[in-house]
């Protein structure tokens, strides 16, 4: 079992700047990949950054450049940095967890979740 608790979320104008982090709880956090999505309302949960136990990473094209994921296994922490934000980066941003070999990239592929914390980009 794996508790995800998000935090750094608010509000912003364009082209601003927000980490958010993921404090992970649980035992083998480094074998797990972590990934962060995103549902804006209306819309369904979309993939942004996923990071594997191996510390490959991957982005959705729409971020990429952009933002940048990361993990700190000592710490079972996992970081979104995002720059250069737009307003249609506007969304509640999840943190996930999965067990399965390879990267997943669909929110079914993924194990846990946390609450979401929101990201508000203002033009």
Request: charged letters at 15%; glycine letters at 12%.
């Amino acid at each position: 079992q794996v508790q995800l608790v998000e935090s750094g979320g608010g509000l912003v104008q364009a082209g601003g700047s927000l980490r958010l982090s993921c404090a992970a709880s649980g035992r083998s956090f480094a074998s797990y990949n972590m990934g962060w999505f995103r549902q804006a309302p209306g819309k369904e949960r979309e993939f942004v950054a996923a990071v594997s136990w191996v510390h490959s990473t991957y982005y959705a094209d729409s971020v990429k450049g952009r933002f940048t994921i990361s993990r700190d296994n000592a710490k079972n922490m996992v970081y979104l940095q995002m720059n250069s934000l737009r307003p249609e980066d506007t969304a509640v941003y999840y943190c996930a967890a999965d067990m399965s070999y390879g990267v997943g990239f669909g929110p079914s592929e993924y194990d846990y979740w946390g609450q979401g914390t929101q990201v508000t980009v203002s033009s």
